[in-house]
């Protein structure tokens, strides 16, 4: 992928396509201590930056956490929108889907090509869809990155077929090891109200999304809860803090959680969370969700305004039990805000 440009000195690595994705080998634990070892991580408050390495290449920069593979953002001519993937967790589990951007990883549903392992985008932007793919769906181009320690940040124009600007995003992403070995991401993005009046509109089709590895679908065995005890497929469209998905993969416990800031409009968010391993935070689809009338789900930004929304993804070794990923939540919300974009 080119000679990259580093935040700190590593030996050079084929790109990810070229990685083993085998988890090294690790002792089994029990998914209730492994997590409470992740909430007594972030009660430290400040993980080793040193820990993340980013490097930059033609279209995509890696992401590695302790010199091992964590991500990549992957952007660029040809691309839709940015997505993140591979994603590996504790172990170097993979913990999203690889189709469409791997098609022969076997046992993977092939369903819905715009589920891109890890993304933000939305489907109703001043009435164009910015989820679906296609000659009549919006795309998002990233105009500006800039890498520092353990945070990317990024500049994105989001465009209309033909062209035309719609509206723009920066984004702050930061990354962090914990102890226990899971790993964080830190997502924060300021839609910006560039060219004109900018409304997000009421569909379940939004917005921060993940199509997590089979392993973790409810309809794989998951188990899957939220903040308010709600289990299983009925926390879809319903409001909470966190959710959280504990699974197997490759025969060992995985799990992710999700998390809305309660800075963020509309906190707690719903969630467009599928028994099939699609799930999205989406404060906008309350019809959709059955939370209200038609089309009072929208949420207009008035030109040259802007809104912003912070999460966090936290991959973990595995619990479906609320109170340590509870712990973890108000210790994320310790952190601090992330650095200005």
Request: aromatic share 8%; with cysteine.
């Amino acid at each position: 992928m080119g000679t990259p440009r580093r935040t700190a000195s590593r030996t050079a690595r084929p790109p990810y396509d070229h990685w083993p994705t085998t988890p090294a080998p690790m002792p089994r634990t029990m998914p209730l201590l492994a997590l409470a070892t992740l909430a007594a991580g972030l009660a430290s408050a400040t993980p080793d930056p040193a820990a993340i390495t980013l490097e930059e290449h033609p279209g995509a920069v890696r992401v590695l956490a302790g010199g091992q593979p964590f991500t990549e953002l992957r952007f660029g001519p040809g691309r839709a929108k940015p997505v993140f993937h591979p994603v590996f967790g504790p172990g170097q589990l993979p913990m999203t889907r690889d189709f469409p951007l791997r098609p022969d990883t076997p046992g993977e549903a092939r369903d819905h090509p715009h589920h891109e392992s890890l993304w933000f985008t939305h489907g109703d932007v001043n009435g164009i869809d910015f989820w679906a793919l296609g000659k009549h769906c919006g795309t998002i181009q990233q105009t500006r990155l800039s890498l520092a320690g353990d945070t990317i940040t990024t500049g994105n124009d989001w465009l209309a077929p033909g062209g035309r600007r719609i509206c723009s995003d920066t984004r702050v992403i930061r990354f962090a090891t914990l102890p226990g070995g899971a790993r964080l991401i830190d997502f924060t993005i300021t839609l910006a109200a560039t060219d004109g009046d900018l409304t997000l509109g009421d569909t379940k089709e939004g917005s921060l999304g993940i199509r997590t590895h089979p392993g973790l679908n409810i309809d794989h065995g998951a188990a899957a809860s939220n903040s308010k005890g709600t289990t299983g497929a009925a926390i879809w469209g319903r409001h909470a803090k966190w959710v959280n998905y504990q699974g197997t993969i490759n025969g060992r416990p995985a799990g992710v959680a999700l998390f809305d800031h309660p800075a963020n409009p509309r906190h707690p968010t719903t969630w467009h969370a599928r028994d099939y391993g699609l799930v999205a935070a989406n404060p906008f689809g309350l019809r959709a969700f059955g939370q209200i009338h038609a089309g009072t789900g929208a949420m207009t930004i008035k030109a040259g305004g802007h809104a912003t929304f912070r999460y966090a993804l936290v991959f973990h070794r595995g619990t479906d039990e609320p109170r340590p990923v509870g712990r973890v939540y108000q210790q994320w919300l310790g952190r601090g805000d992330p650095p200005a974009g």
